[in-house]
């Protein structure tokens, strides 16, 4: 688990870091995701975590992410 906090942490310096009130997405809820959501919640952050697995969303809760606004059946990664 400490290479995947240490790749979060990498991940959100990378992003710009978390501010309180900022708003993340994170996409995927395994454990770099969940990872990144309890790490960017302890920061202020409010997180949504999107993943197709409702297992993994009822866990991204307990991690502190706030629920997505809808279902979905399809994810595209466009972000590049």
Do not use: Y
Not at 17 to 24: K, L, T
Not at 38 to 65: C, I, K, N, Y
């Amino acid at each position: 688990a400490m290479c995947g906090g240490a790749t979060a942490a990498a991940c959100l310096r990378a992003a710009g870091g978390v501010r309180p009130g900022d708003r993340v997405l994170v996409t995927g809820a395994g454990l770099l995701g969940l990872t990144v959501c309890a790490m960017a919640t302890a920061a202020g952050g409010t997180v949504t975590v999107v993943d197709r697995d409702d297992s993994r969303l009822s866990l991204a809760a307990a991690f502190g992410a706030a629920p997505a606004a809808a279902p979905f059946d399809l994810a595209v990664e466009c972000s590049g």
